[in-house]
């Protein structure tokens, strides 16, 4: 059974106690409660339609609990990982666009493809390259980030979607005074109500009753208010023209696709028949590559026509007297005019025709049921484009998940694996995008929920899956009413706990570099969204160049006999030297980088010292050394050798004396010259220093007599 279970580690569950599915069941279904209305917010952060949350919640978590190291870890739609969605998506298609949909999907099957060979090749501490104050920085950043996303919901405003998020946050608070009153009020009340219950009584679930009550108000109120109307009925001749090339470049977005699909199979049969010349394959490539182009410019087109209509907010005087509706320009309505009392906006340009929203947004028509099993749709130029940001939400994933894995097995004093924990997030991730889900990991809140409501092995994640299951195949009409606004808090909510400015402050004092890693990777991280894989891989080189500058000039001390008998700093205890010998301690690895830095430090000592004839190099700081550092031991060994000065080693690590071994090194210094510890070093040093002076005797007299009053001098 060990055996099988290192593959199927659920095993480790089974025989099944009654206790324990009795705990997990009620931990499951408490779960499920924050999960469902979390999930659809999430999926909402990542620019996706709210359901496609509940896709995520459902397979991705049991697979994960399946296959993972961990009892409690609730996998799921999480904010971090939904924000670095929409990022990574952004610049390639429009928000909830079927392309969009795509994309996110292929990209949960790219992170988990990528967590799965990191786990079977036990490769988990790849991660540790996303060092701790990096992830600091990077949290703090996308908090923020991810609050201000969600404030166009939250006012019932647009907008846009550009390559500088400080600037579409900007659009938005320029339209703070055409802010929907009721949205506004929806959400703030929804955010009020679920902080007071998260404070005040913990135990019941805040989200869940927030969501319920506000779904239950949209409908009483009619929240929602959706019209329809044609390009011919605005007034604005401006905005009528915008509309009407978003119109046209729709048309022309609709007949390349077409043209590209029968030119790409066009292409495929004439791959397949060896008849056909070169000349016409090439051809064709050429023209399906300028068709791409083609509509890749069109469809950027489109996005920013879109996101300029969106801006405008219209008055409607209604058809009458046969004639047709009129769209005003909010106050530019003729006194004569009578309007219908709702402010809309355009929501969608089809065909001529406009979807029109003169209310709160609501999620809207929820398909019942299971999400559609089907193939992830592969695109290898795609998969290129689409590399550095499933990386970055592999190792930001996962080290979410373990460190939350940890934390909870350090209470209930299991054992987690992170390489397990790896394959099963990958296994999650993987089986997710071929049930509609986008990338999930382990999430903070839910996995505390789960620990608390007395988890006791992954079923209670299985009892999650089947509920939220139960929810998409019967509850889904329930929440059709649900407003957008409150899904805004439900995020708002979530993020909040994440800001944690402390925790930088604490990396600063800690260590200064692991501060301003941290603080450059926020700073970063807040320029480049939304592009938010570029902040945390500025922060990451930073961190690792960083280290590498403090590698490159370890410590380095000269050494002196203390009133204890023991070798300590010379500077900082105000300590004597020998005339007669040099103890030197180097306090790092020896590697290409710093060789440079230990031999001038070394050659330093000793023309600052030229009586000495004997240099002890005290080892036990030096954990590794390359054949760069090699080489330059051999060069000062000799070089000393030839002025007549001994080089000796004490305290050298298995792992350096096999290095020399093999080079040869350990020969040429000679054993004699190698010793187990400082002590019997100088013992040998001594003995060499009265061999050739023996006037030397009363002075080592005077050490040992001083070595244990004032030790004023070594020899």
Known sequence: MDQFARFLPFLRWFPLRGEHVKADLIAGITVALVLIPQSMAYAQLAGLPPYYGLYAA???????????????????????????????????????SSQFIALAILLALMVGIIQLVLGIFKLGVVVNFLSHPVIIGFTNAAAIIIGLSQLNKLFGVSMGRSEHFIQDIWGVLQQIGDTHIPTLLIG??????????????????????????????????????????????????????????????????????????????????????????SQHIAALKYEIELLGLELKDAEAENRKLARSMRKFIFEQVPAADGQSAKLYLAGQVPQAEKTDGYRWRIKKVSKGELMLVGGGEVVGSIPAGLPQIDMPKF???????????????SLVGFMEAISIAKAMAAKTRDRIDPNQE???????????????????????????????????????????????????????????????????????????????FKAIGHAWHTHKHDGIASVVTFVATLAFAPHLDNGIMVGAGLAILLYLYRTMTPRVAILGRYHDGTLRDVK??????????????????????????????????????????????????????????????????????????????????????????????YDYIGQENIFADEDLALSSIYAEVLKADPNAQCRLLKHHAAGSADGMTWL
């Open 58 to 96: 459902f397979l991705p978590g049991i697979i994960a609990a399946l296959w993972g190291s961990s009892a409690q870890l609730a996998t799921g739609p999480v904010a971090v990982v939904s924000l670095l969605t929409a990022s990574a998506l952004a610049p390639l298609a429009a928000s909830g």
């Open 422 to 500: 790896l394959i099963g997030q990958g296994f999650a991730n993987i089986v997710g995008s071929f049930s509609q889900s986008f990338p999930v990991s382990g999430s903070f809140s839910r996995s505390a929920v789960n620990l608390n409501a007395g988890a006791r092995t992954g079923m209670s994640s299985v009892f999650t899956g089947v509920l939220v299951l139960l929810a998409l195949m019967f509850l889904t009409p329930l929440l059709y009413h649900l407003p957008q606004a409150v899904l805004a808090a439900v995020i708002m909510l979530a993020v909040v706990g994440l800001i944690n």
């Open 572 to 665: 900082v205890h105000n300590l004597p030297v020998s005339e007669n010998v040099i103890a030197m301690r180097y306090d790092g690895s020896l590697y290409f980088a710093n060789v440079s830095y230990f031999e001038d430090t070394i050659l330093e000592a000793v023309a600052d010292n030229p009586r000495a004839r004997h240099l002890l190099i005290v080892s036990n700081g030096i954990n590794q050394l390359d054949a760069s550092g090699d080489e330059v031991i051999h060069h000062i060994v000799e070089r000393l050798r030839s002025n007549g000065v001994r080089v000796v080693f004490s305290g050298l690590k298995k792992q350096v004396i096999d290095v020399m071994h093999h080079s040869g090194l």
């Open 188 to 277: 703030i009340s929804a955010f009020a109500l679920m902080w007071g219950m998260k404070k005040f009584t913990p135990k019941l679930p805040g989200v869940l009753i927030a969501v319920a009550l506000t779904t239950v108000v949209s409908w009483a109120i009619g929240f929602e208010h959706n019209g329809k109307g044609k390009i011919e009925e605005i007034m604005d001749a401006e905005v009528k023209t915008l509309a009407n090339t978003f119109s046209q470049t729709e048309a022309r977005i609709d007949e390349l696709n077409v043209n590209l699909s029968t030119k790409s199979t066009e292409l495929k049969q004439h791959s397949k028949d060896p008849a056909r010349s």
């Open 379 to 393: 695109s290898w130029d795609m998969m290129v484009t689409l590399f550095s940001g499933a990386l970055v939400i």
